[in-house]
């Protein structure tokens, strides 16, 4: 199994990014995906996760109302649209993926991206 995360790069606040995840190597369509983050010198967050068929998404209260989750089952794709981005949003962002639910447990997810780094200056 395989997420290649892309997208990331450097932003002035209030601009914004479009992170890209694609899968291989898994029934993509099976798959729960969620966007995770880690700022230096903290801990593994979740941001926003998405279910099987696109329909439940969730997020988490730091990001509702700028990032939105989407997927494209026939692409293998899940993509992070980020908007009026904040120097707090700055972290490496991860795709992860998992069988059991749409969840904010890092522990849940059982594949993980390599990470891309989205850094905003203020």
């Known amino acids: 199994v395989q997420l290649q995360a892309s997208g990331g790069g450097l932003v002035q606040a209030g601009n914004s990014l479009r992170l890209s995840c694609a899968a291989s190597?898994?029934?993509?369509?099976?798959?729960?995906m969620g966007w995770f983050r880690q700022a230096p010198g903290k801990e593994r967050e979740f941001v926003s996760g998405i279910s099987w068929s696109g329909v439940i998404t969730k997020y988490a209260d730091s990001v509702k109302g700028r990032f939105t989750i989407s997927r494209d089952n026939t692409k293998n794709t899940v993509t992070l649209q980020m908007n009026s981005l904040k120097p707090e949003d700055t972290a490496v962002y991860y795709c992860?993926?998992?069988?059991?639910?749409?969840?904010?447990?890092?522990?849940?997810?059982?594949?993980w991206g390599q990470g891309t780094l989205v850094t905003v200056s203020s």
């Open positions: 190597g898994l029934t993509f369509s099976s798959y729960y």
């Open positions: 992860a993926a998992t069988r059991l639910q749409i969840g904010n447990d890092k522990r849940d997810y059982t594949y």
